[in-house]
């Protein structure tokens, strides 16, 4: 054996050594809020392996409830979260170490679900409006249609905390006339509208929705495996997109629900909305900017670049990854 030969058969071994393998995969702990939109993708990225292809054993957390979700990240029990992008401005302007590394989508659609003798938004004075703990995008999206239509939330209706954060409760809690309205995301307000409540108002917004976000600590000494980690998300957005009938099975065992007509509506909502490179949009930035203003006005003194860190998909995809996955 040639001594060139066998400095490469040495690399060669070198690099299989250090590369992880399924059984060595780092844990990374990553929460979030809520079964909805904007974390569909990553119920198919769990389920289908891109993540331990990548080296890393995430486990996704479902923490039921934004406030839940944020509080987890500061305090370290765990390492990422999906979602919670208003309470992330909150704690940010609170002042939180928090960075924000990208998006699951730059759009949403909200719908106002009511109970069927409803029939305007005026017709909510005087109601009460189910509500998750804590005050988070759909509750502000929610105090924003009341004023548009001459409503003040602070005095018109009432809001009532319902349940532990899962839409469930609060479509149980229409059903049973504890409450008289509630704010939803897909696949929740059709849901709710089969279990015989009234879809009142569809909205399609601007907005940051299953945002990526880590705290600063993590930016500068965990680099490589949060490059790992978004590859491996990219890798589960391209496989949602391209099989449609394997994501509405894995849609079905985390939401719970065998209904394929109901899955599919949560499937076109995600794979027309999905960003295939994670990228924020500068108006679903300040669309939420401007949502966070309505109980915080210094959120007005942020720009759209504050708080990001976007070098990381910069990265990947400059070296070509996203290129390939659509090129297959």
């Known amino acids: 054996m040639t001594v060139r030969l066998r400095l490469w058969l040495i690399v060669a071994l070198l690099l299989l050594a250090s590369a992880p393998s399924r059984a060595e995969a780092e844990a990374f702990r990553v929460g979030y809020p809520s079964l909805a939109t904007g974390f569909a993708a990553s119920w198919v990225t769990a ?9 890393l054993d995430v486990e996704l957390i479902f923490l039921r409830g934004g406030s839940r979700t944020v509080a987890a990240l500061i305090g370290g029990s765990v390492d990422f979260i999906l979602g919670s992008d208003l309470g992330i401005t909150t704690a940010i302007l609170q002042g939180a170490s928090l960075t924000r590394v990208g998006v699951t989508t730059n759009t949403l659609g909200y719908s106002i679900v009511v109970q069927p003798n409803i029939k305007t938004i005026r017709d909510l004075k005087g109601k009460i409006i189910g509500i998750t703990p804590g005050r988070d995008a759909a509750y502000a999206r929610v105090v924003k249609l009341l004023r548009d239509n001459g409503m003040d939330a602070g005095k018109d209706v009432t809001f009532l905390s319902v349940g532990d954060g899962g ?5 149980a809690a229409l059903s049973a006339g504890v409450i008289h309205a509630s704010m939803f995301t897909p ?7 089969k279990a015989g409540m009234r879809i009142l108002s569809r909205i399609d ?4 929705a299953g945002g990526l976000n880590t705290t600063s600590a993590l930016i500068q000494k965990g680099r490589p495996q949060l490059l790992r980690f978004l590859r491996g998300y990219m890798e589960g957005i391209h496989y949602l997109k391209s099989h449609k009938e394997e994501s509405l099975k894995i849609f079905s065992k985390y ?3 065998s209904d394929l007509g109901i899955m599919a509506y949560l499937y076109e909502e995600i794979s027309t909305r999905a960003e295939r490179d994670l990228r924020p949009q500068s108006d679903a930035v300040h669309a939420m900017l401007d949502l966070a203003a309505l109980d ?19 990265e990947i995809v400059k070296s070509g990854f996203v290129e390939q996955l659509y090129k297959k």
Not at 205 to 208: D, P
């Open 205 to 208: 917004v601007a907005n940051v």
């Open 255 to 257: 939401v719970r629900n």
């Open 167 to 171: 839409p469930a409760a609060r479509v």
């Open 296 to 314: 915080f006005p210094q959120a007005k003194k942020l720009s759209e670049k504050d708080n990001w860190d976007l070098s990381l998909i910069d």
């Open 47 to 55: 389920d289908k392996g891109f993540w331990k292809k990548h080296g």
């Open 187 to 193: 696949p929740s307000d059709l849901i709710s509208e």
